[in-house]
Structures are given as C-alpha cells and as structure tokens.
C-alpha cells in the first residue's frame, strides 16, 4: 500500500460514522477480506445467541404452542418491518415466504392473472438467471409471448428501451432494479409509470437493492416486487425471500400456489381454498420460521442505523473502489463494468479484465472472497454495515498483486 493510499483509507474509516457497526458482525475482526456480502452476507453476533435461545426455549419450551403464540404471525410481521424499513411500504402488502425463485413465480402468475387478455411479459436478456427461467416457465405454462430488452453487460434497461416496447399487448414488465453483474440501478420511479401508461403492471425483483438501496415501493406507484434476505439483510444461507403486492390488487389477487397457510381459516380444513384476506393469501405452506431469525436481527440494526446512512456509505465504498481501480488496476488493463454515476449504481462494483476467473481463484485461496461473473468480471460487493474502507484496501491491494503476477506469467 502506497502512503497516501494508507493516509486516505485511514482517513475515511476514521470519518466513516458507522464504522463501529462492522465489530457487531461475525468474522468481521479476522485479517480476511469479504466482498461478496452480495451473494451472502455475513452473519451477526447476536444472532447467535438469538439462535440458541430460541432452540432451548421457543421451540425447546414452547413445542407447537409456539405456532399460535408467535410463528404462525411471523410472515406478516416480518414482512411488515422489511416493508417499514427498506421498502417505503405501508403494512400489510410484504409478506415473507419460499426463496425468490418460487415468490417470482406466484407474482408472476398473480401479476398476469390481473391483466386478463394481454398476452406479453416484458424482460431483458441480462436479468439474473432464475427470473427468465421462471419467466420462460409461466410463458410455456400459459402461451404467453417473451418480449426481451436487450441490454449490454455492463449496462441494463433503460426508461427510453422499456417505453420503445411495451404496449397493448403488454401483461406484466419484470425487471431487476440493480443489476446482478454490472450493479446498474433502473430508474424504478421512471419506468413504473412508464408501464402504468401502457395499461401494464411491473414486477421488480428487489434481491440486490433491499438493505442497500433505499426504496419507496408506496410512493413510485410499484405494484410488485420480490427479493431475497441473505444478501443485504444478512438472513444466513437458504433465508426465505419476500413478497411485496400493493394494496389496491391485493383484493381478488389470484396466487398459483393456493395452500393452508394461505387459507383464511387454516384450523377449518374445509373442502376448499378461500383465500386468506390481503396479502396473507401469498403464503402457501408451513411458514419458513428458523429462516427469519437472522433477518430480524439485520432489521433491528437498519432501523437503528437507517437506509439513508446506509446508502451514503454504500456510495463511499464504492467510490473508494473505482478510485482505487484507477490508480492501481486501469494501468494493468482492468476495466469497470459498472456505472460510474452514483445515481445509476447499486451496492457493487465490476471490475473486467481477461484473466478475472483465474484470479478470482487465486484471491479465494489467499482469504480474499470477492466473486466472479461472466464475462471476465470480478464482482466486488459492499455490505455498508460490515465493509471498511480497508478491507476494500486490502482486497484491492490483493487484486493488483494477483493479476500483476498472471499477467507477468503471461507474457
Ligand atoms: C436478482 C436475483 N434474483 C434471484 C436470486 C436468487 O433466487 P433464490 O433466492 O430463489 O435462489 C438472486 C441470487 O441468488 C438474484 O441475484
Ligand atoms: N443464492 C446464492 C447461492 O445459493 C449460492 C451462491 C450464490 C448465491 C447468490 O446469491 C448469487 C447472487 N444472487 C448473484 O447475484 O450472483
């Protein structure tokens, strides 16, 4: 590390107002450098102890009196506090359920149910994988027409690309609102409207923003969203995924997946589904209990810290890392695959160069933990809560040793 480089990084973590949150998580003490709080993040200390409690006396002690005296609420009540707290969502329209996958499919289905007779679902080409498997599926399943955006990999969809094709044909529009490879943050309020105008309702799968990115799904007119709660909101590997349908559809909103969890009398067992009332009907079997444990603690510290000091750190992380990118990896010919515009980027950074793959490996072996996408790209993610600016230091350090060193051999 170059002097300056050491004095400037001194210098943000000893301004940085939330850095005595990251002693709060596991792990976070440890010389390893963790960049990939984006795909799992790192767990907290007092979930630990929220975890064993509730082994020897919630489950231990109470049994299955616990499922009338707390769990069986839990969806709702959880799915309020992410509403509260990250969404911009009054209660009762969150609702906590199965993984993102399967939350995807049941608002799909619901969202083009509410649009009888239109006959399109609008994508693009770079959103994250399960969300066109799970589009592709509800298109087989129904005859529906795929209309995909194209959209470069360090870029994603546009206000101008979604107008050009939505139209009267147009059932649903599912989007990310930050892009898994590039980080590029949709213009959610723009594009909202833009679909309203054409009669159409919008799906955002929120799994890279929530816990990052503040939203105000109420206030943008939002009519779905999905996402999932062990990036950001650091619910542990597996945590289940959220739902959000707002209020004005939730009345005769129809979910492909009726079960009794989601009936308005469980207990009854009657011969039929009767949905329960609002947004409870999305749920469909047991709720997933041990999986929100976790989340809830993330939620008690994001309303202590809130998201807007969240977001302002995530941006300094970030712009730690693209002035770190200049200086020490653009002379190695390392590009960046992410907006340099704060108003246009999310959590993370992607940073390109040929032989990412290999280095990714090399990093992994060192206890340096960023990701790899294709193409070519390292994924640098930055959980404000857990992340210090010398972590991003070292990781970056490392980065330029590793690549210097394979582009060396290469020559
Ligand atoms: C945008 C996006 N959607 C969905 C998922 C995953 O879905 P699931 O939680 O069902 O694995 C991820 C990450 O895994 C993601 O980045
Ligand atoms: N969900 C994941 C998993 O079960 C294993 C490994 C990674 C993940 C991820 O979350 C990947 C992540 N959504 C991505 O944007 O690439």
């Known amino acids: 590390m170059t002097s300056t480089t050491h004095e400037t990084t001194a210098r943000l973590d000893a301004d940085d107002g939330l850095a005595s949150y990251r002693d709060r998580f596991v792990g976070a003490q440890s010389p390893l450098v963790y960049l990939d709080g984006n795909s799992l993040g790192r767990p907290l200390r007092v979930t630990g102890e929220r975890l064993r409690t509730f082994v020897e006396h919630e489950w231990g002690g109470r049994l299955i009196r616990g499922w009338d005296e707390a769990w069986m609420d839990l969806p709702t009540v959880v799915g309020d506090r992410i509403g509260a707290t990250c969404l911009g969502a009054a209660p009762g329209q969150t609702v906590v359920a199965d993984s993102t996958t399967v939350l995807l499919y049941k608002a799909l289905r619901a969202a083009v149910a509410a649009r009888p007779g239109r006959r399109e679902v609008v994508l693009d080409r770079d959103n994250f994988p399960t969300d066109r498997y799970v589009a592709a599926g509800v298109a087989d399943e129904l005859g529906l027409t795929l209309r995909w955006i194209d959209v470069d990999t ?64 109420d206030a943008w007119g939002v009519d779905l969203a999905v996402g999932c709660t062990y990036k950001y909101l650091n619910g542990g590997p597996g945590s289940p995924a959220f739902v959000y349908v707002a209020e004005r559809l939730l009345d005769g909103l129809q979910q492909p997946v009726p079960g009794w969890m989601g009936h308005a009398d469980p207990f009854a067992m009657g011969p039929g589904w009767t949905p329960a009332p609002g ?10 209990v041990v999986g929100m444990l976790a989340v809830q603690d993330m939620l008690d510290l994001l309303e202590e810290v809130g998201m807007p000091a969240v977001r302002a750190k995530s941006v300094g992380l970030a712009e730690h890392v693209l002035r770190l990118t200049d200086v020490l990896l653009a002379p190695l010919g390392v590009g960046v695959a992410t907006p340099r515009e704060a108003q246009r980027r999310g959590g993370h ?35 404000p809560l857990s992340t210090s600016y010398d972590e991003v230091t070292r990781g970056m350090e490392s980065v330029r040793e590793v690549l210097a060193d394979l582009t060396a051999s290469d020559a």
């Open 154 to 217: 360090s870029a994603g969809v546009t206000l101008e690309q979604v107008q050009e094709v939505v139209g009267e044909q147009t059932a649903v529009v599912l989007l990310s609102h930050v892009a898994y490879r590039s980080a590029w943050l949709a213009d959610a309020p723009a594009i909202t409207a833009a679909v309203h105008d054409a009669g159409a309702l919008v799906l955002w799968d929120l799994s890279h923003s929530v816990g990052s990115v503040p939203l105000e799904l």
């Open 279 to 288: 947004i409870r009907r999305m749920v469909s079997g047991t709720p997933p």
């Open 349 to 383: 950074v992607t940073l390109t160069h040929p032989a990412m793959r290999e280095a990714t490996a090399r990093l992994w072996a060192a206890d340096v933990v960023p990701d790899y996408r294709d193409p070519g790209g390292l994924r640098l993610g930055l959980s």
